[in-house]
């Protein structure tokens, strides 16, 4: 026979390969020493976002606030920003461009 | 009380210059700052020279805007074209953004006087400031308890009179939760009536920029300067109703207020009753009480950090030290590059939710977290077009508690996730929500409640807001910090 209740809990259990198998999706190191305390706290999180899988089944469809729609117009081109300004901010640039990485 | 309106008139009557106003602001910033930490970064250059241009307006015998001369703060999510823009992040430390959020271009317009950037949760992940990278801002009433977030910095500022208003932005409760903990006013407007350009992105289908101010009648003001419509937030409507500020004091004789039994649900003997008591003060002005259920609350906060989360993992993907703000020293590659430089820049809390948000959007877990969250979120929204077909607007606590001791949330964050629970719903319906202070509890910290109202029915809750601050005004008090106006 099968358990339901059982089954949600499988789901939503929470391991260390889980955390670094998402950390590396979502680009961060999660040093070896902090991996049990964050497991930890992602169950306890992942415990509380469980309870919605307590409300009843709804088929109430979500796609949009306050009647929102998607807004499009033509595609003209207008006045921007300068190469300078946009590159203003890069911590590092090479020859009017982002320096993603230094040459090796 | 330093309120818009007093210093539009101080200014226009001439009993002070602006370049004064702005001095004595400044001065107390600099005497208060060290113990309320509001301020992360000053203005003072840019205060000045909009005051001496204030001035020469006066001089020649121009007319000014009501909000021209005013001394205010924004939140450091709220991007200033030049000055720096931190999040109260190291990712983003050094970041100066090339262009104005619209509402700065609005109220700059307007020559508002920029006194500074305040402290906020980073990336406005909080419900104490605590998470900020520059530390937290502290409680106007007592500078051992917390501001309360995320834009604590503001309400720690404008609830010490060191700002006479200021712009927060709201995603669970961000600007009415630290409104209601430092005794001011909140106002979290509709989803699309405030332009959202130029604020720094956490979940885009909840956030919302609304003025933090000591008066209901200033939330009024700043709301209808700031409420246009903008072409460059495809979200953007604007409010098309009339002016908030004009029919404040409309009658609310006959008007049905909401209370729904779940938002009284676990909330802290001091704050219900101060709360129920404000509904009694409706009652003597003629407004009738409703009680209902909504059981759809109760599903709400987890709803909403499902959702918050995953919007967050994708929207604070782009800080990858390639563009702007901090980028690690040493690293092998571009993989490493990056993810140095993010587990270098983000801090804990921002960590965990980037992490739960790439989870419940990751691929076995997404029709159990994200699906089911976005079709209750659903629910939620038809549970309160039902009952606003019982009431015009609904009572609420704005939080369960009052202005808690710092370090407390720190080591605990799902009790610190409960803090949002009467606040959350409000951005997953996208409706409009006020937090005016209706009391003190024993300690002397400040008790706020929440108006909520249908979407872009602003003018009607900040009605039903003056006219409690009009029956009840004892509860809006000066602090002991600030410019004495």
């Known amino acids: 026979m099968t358990c339901p209740v059982l089954f949600e809990r499988l789901v939503s259990m929470v391991t260390r390969e889980d955390v670094e198998n998402i950390a590396l999706l979502s680009k961060l190191f999660v040093p070896e020493e902090e991996l049990d305390g964050l497991t930890k706290s992602m169950q306890e999180i992942i415990d509380f976002a469980d309870t919605i899988n307590n409300a009843p089944s709804a088929d109430d469809s979500f796609d949009n606030i306050n009647n929102l729609s998607n807004v499009f117009r033509e595609d003209e081109v207008i006045p921007s920003y300068s190469n300078e300004e946009i590159l203003s901010n890069a911590p590092e640039q090479a020859e009017d461009h982002f320096l993603v990485r230094n040459r090796e | 009380m330093g309120t818009i309106s007093k210093i539009h008139e101080m200014l226009t009557t001439k009993q002070c210059s602006c370049e004064e106003l702005a001095k004595s602001y400044l001065d107390q910033i600099e005497k208060s700052n060290g113990e309320l930490n509001a301020y992360v970064n000053v203005t003072a250059d840019e205060a000045l020279a909009t005051a001496q241009t204030v001035d020469k307006k006066i001089a020649s015998g121009e007319t000014i805007g009501m909000l021209e001369g005013v001394p205010m703060t924004l939140k450091d999510n709220i991007s200033t074209k030049g000055i720096e823009t931190t999040c109260c992040s190291k990712i983003l430390t050094g970041y100066k953004p090339i262009y104005n959020a619209t509402v700065w271009d609005i109220l700059s317009k307007e020559n508002s006087v920029l006194l500074g950037k305040t402290n906020m949760d980073e990336f406005a992940m909080g419900s104490s400031c605590e998470t900020s990278y520059f530390k937290g801002a502290m409680n106007p009433f007592n500078t051992n308890h917390v501001s309360g977030g995320s834009s604590g910095g503001v309400a720690s500022a404008v609830g010490a009179n060191i700002a006479a208003f200021g712009l927060g932005s709201d995603t669970g409760g961000s600007i009415r939760q630290p409104a209601s903990f430092c005794g001011i006013v909140g106002l979290k407007p509709t989803y699309g009536a405030v332009s959202r350009y130029g604020l720094i ?10 003025p933090i101010t000591k008066s209901v ?4 003001i700043v709301f209808d300067a700031i409420s246009k419509y903008d072409d460059k937030d495809s979200t953007s409507k604007g409010y098309s109703g009339t002016s908030t500020y004009e029919t404040l004091n409309n009658d609310i004789k006959g008007m049905k207020i909401g209370i729904a039994k779940e938002y009284l649900d676990g909330i802290r003997d001091d704050v219900k009753e101060a709360v129920l008591a404000a509904a009694e003060v409706y009652r ?8 209902f259920d909504l059981p759809a609350l109760k599903y709400a906060l987890p709803v909403y950090y499902i959702i918050a989360c995953a919007e967050a993992s994708s929207n604070l993907g782009r800080y990858d030290g390639i563009r702007y703000g901090y980028k690690t020293e040493h690293y092998n590659g571009t993989h490493d590059m990056i993810c140095r430089t993010r587990s270098e820049g983000f801090g804990d809390e921002v960590k965990r939710r980037i992490l739960l948000g790439t989870y419940v959007l990751s691929a076995g877990y997404y029709d159990a977290y994200y699906k089911k969250a976005q079709n209750l979120r659903g629910t939620i929204v038809k549970a309160f077009d ?9 009572l609420a606590p704005t939080v369960p508690m009052t202005a808690f001791e710092k370090g407390r949330a720190v080591s605990d964050p799902i009790e610190t996730y409960l803090t949002d629970i009467c606040t959350v719903p409000v951005n997953i319906a996208g409706l409009p929500g006020v937090s005016v202070p209706c009391g003190f509890n024993a300690k002397g910290m400040p008790i706020g409640m929440q108006i909520i109202g249908k979407s872009f029915s602003e003018a009607q809750i900040l009605n039903v807001a003056y006219k409690y601050q009009q029956a009840a005004g004892e509860n809006f008090k000066d602090t002991k910090w600030g410019v004495k106006l």
């Open chain 2, 217 to 220: 009648e200033d939330a009024a």
């Open chain 2, 386 to 394: 039902e009952a606003f077909e019982k009431c015009d607007v609904i």
């Open chain 2, 201 to 210: 992105a956490y979940a885009s289908s909840l956030d919302q920029i609304g």
């Open chain 2, 284 to 291: 003597s002005l003629g407004a009738e009480i409703v009680y």
